[in-house]
């Protein structure tokens, strides 16, 4: 089993930044990939980012591009999601996920049923 806990969330104007961290404990031998889903009330989990362990590729969604990172820690088995610019829109309870994601690819990433290991998850408010 692989434990994922994220932190970070809270309530930010817009244009501001906030960084989530998924830390991650257990089995971390078993996946090779961590991402970060979201969901509004109402609506479907939607992908955010993602990012393979080894550092050597990442995806984003486009309505995050240029404002949103992702990165490792691989000492720290943590993955952090650095959110810049923010918007009402970002509003969400965001996710950590992990999994041994083949083929890595953007199609198979954005794929909620691809991801294995989820976290508790932890919400973003962004008031305008």
């Known amino acids: 089993q692989v434990q994922l806990v994220e932190s970070g969330g809270g309530l930010v104007q817009a244009g501001g930044s906030l960084r989530l961290s998924c830390a991650a404990s257990?089995?971390?031998?078993?996946?090779?990939?961590v991402g970060w889903f979201r969901q509004a009330p109402g609506k479907e989990r939607e992908f955010v980012a993602a990012i393979r362990w080894s550092g050597d590729s990442t995806y984003y969604a486009d309505s995050v591009k240029g404002r949103f990172t992702i990165s490792r820690d691989n000492a720290k088995n943590t993955v952090v999601l650095q959110m810049h610019s923010l918007k009402p829109e970002d509003t969400a309870e965001y996710y950590c996920?992990?999994?041994?994601?083949?083929?890595?690819?953007?199609?198979?990433?954005?794929?909620?049923?691809?991801?294995?290991?989820w976290g508790q998850g932890t919400q973003v408010t962004v008031s305008s």
């Open positions: 996920a992990a999994a041994l994601l083949r083929p890595w690819s953007q199609d198979n990433t954005a794929l909620t049923h691809a991801w294995r290991y």
């Open positions: 257990g089995r971390t031998f078993s996946y090779e990939a």
